[in-house]
């Protein structure tokens, strides 16, 4: 367990600087649903971009989707979803609490000791409503996992983007489950965001392709900061794999309420593209041009969780020290780059501040600041991971030159007006 991290300590940051806030609050709150504020979102908008940039912009094996959060119904049929993706629940006699039986011990109520019932398996999907006549309302399923979108459209993504396999599909976007015992901040949600890539292979080739996904998808978390000894693999034992799988192995984070799954590698096999050709009868084969080959190709997918890679990359950056508490995020990852800060309001600092603010916006986000003392200030960037801070004071006046402060070291240079942006650029993105 991550001790020297307090989840209490780091949910009241969120809350407390506008990283993330219980939604509905005002009406006594939605349980496990939470809203980004304006730094969340631009942490999350960070995450998901360097998810992106690493799977998709870098490479030339894998392309984008963006599929409708609903769909038809039969495609969670075919999938299995309808008749498998359920939890095994049970409810406590005495006190009503209600758990997920694998997650017990023992065969009495862990919160009162009391009986339990048997075990029923609870279907997570969310259901609702399509249509606007109501005796004529059709049932749809809110999306359990975004991959359905991306083996649905298989043909058609790699038919128009001409992808010859290997090749994969990536796809960011909202998934919903009625988890049956959400919890630990943002970690367990009913509603949450997912970055899922299916890599398409030949038949064969799928576990070298595995392996391949599980280093790649490791190191991008150790590149964006998170330390080597809070994160490990965790293979599948044999009874524990999803109904498609082969194969499976989760990237687990040490959060401080012990390790657990930031994501999932699986082998999903020719599982969800056969069940479509069965179910739609539609040729979803692949042709080989070069050996004159048809096959399924199989699947291998990396699924990750946009909102508990957030998280982890908060739990992993706080850190208190003597005098501060700073979240030493990875500068790409931070919402704002750099802050601003007149010395003083007054002789004319606070107009250069403003002017070097307008000019660095058009490359990153910058936060201007000029209340209470210049110290408080810096503490209060350390705190929501703010790389930078450039002070403007009289010298600057004379010699068009600024204080550019480093978030971890706190070291400070002179540098001139002129260079800041591409000095923070290089600093940033190397
Ligand atoms: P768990 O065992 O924790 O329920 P899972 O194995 O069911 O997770 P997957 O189906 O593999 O999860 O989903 C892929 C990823 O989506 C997970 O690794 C996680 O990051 C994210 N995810 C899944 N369920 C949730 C949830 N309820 N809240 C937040 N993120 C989730």
Request: charged residues 30%; proline residues 3%.
């Amino acid at each position: 367990m991550n001790s020297s991290v307090n989840m209490e300590k780091l949910v009241s940051l969120c809350k407390r600087r506008g990283f993330i806030f219980q939604s509905s609050e005002i009406y006594g709150g939605l349980n496990s649903c939470w809203d980004y504020g304006f730094l969340g979102v631009e942490l999350k908008k960070n995450v998901k971009e360097a998810w992106w940039k690493s799977v998709v912009q870098m490479r030339s094996d894998v392309v984008g989707i963006d599929s409708s959060i609903l769909m038809h119904p039969d495609v969670w049929k075919a999938s299995g979803h309808l008749d498998c993706f359920s939890d095994p629940m049970v409810d406590c006699k005495v006190c009503k609490h209600r758990f997920r039986a694998d997650d017990l011990n023992s065969d009495k109520c862990p919160e009162c000791g009391g009986e339990l019932t048997d075990v029923r398996q609870f279907n997570l999907m969310f259901k609702t409503f399509m249509g606007t006549v109501e005796d004529q309302q059709a049932t749809v399923y809110l999306r359990p996992e975004t991959a359905q979108g991306i083996f649905t459209n298989f043909k058609n993504i790699q038919t128009t983007s001409r992808s010859k396999i290997p090749f994969g599909i990536a796809q960011i976007g909202k998934a919903f489950r009625n988890e049956i015992t959400p919890g630990n901040f943002t970690f367990r949600t009913r509603e949450f965001e997912q970055m899922e890539i299916e890599f398409f292979v030949k038949p064969g080739e799928d576990m070298e392709w595995f392996e391949h996904w599980k280093k790649e998808r490791f190191n991008w978390y150790l590149k964006y900061g998170i330390k080597k000894e809070n994160i490990r693999f965790r293979e599948h034992e044999k009874n524990e794999l999803a109904h498609y799988a082969k194969a499976c192995v989760d990237v687990d984070y040490n959060f401080p309420f012990g390790w657990s799954e930031l994501e999932g590698v699986a082998n999903r096999t020719d599982y969800d593209l056969k069940k479509h050709i069965e179910k739609t009868g539609k040729d979803l084969l692949y042709f080989d041009e070069g050996t004159k080959e048809k096959y399924v190709p199989y699947v291998i997918e990396p699924s990750a969780g946009v909102d508990r890679s957030t998280l982890a990359f908060l739990v992993d950056s706080y850190e208190e020290e003597e005098d501060r508490i700073l979240l030493r995020l990875d500068p790409r990852l931070a919402p704002f780059k750099a802050a601003i800060f007149p010395l003083v309001k007054k002789d004319g600092l606070s107009e250069i501040s403003r002017d070097i603010e307008g000019k660095l916006k058009k490359y990153f986000n910058v936060f201007y600041d000029e209340k209470s003392s210049i110290g408080r200030r810096y503490r209060r960037q350390d705190e929501i991971g703010t790389p930078f801070g450039i002070t403007v004071d009289y010298q600057t006046k004379d010699d068009s030159t600024v204080t550019l402060r480093e978030r971890d070291s706190m070291e400070q240079e002179r540098i001139s007006i002129e260079q800041l942006a591409s000095a923070i650029e290089r600093k940033i993105y190397g």
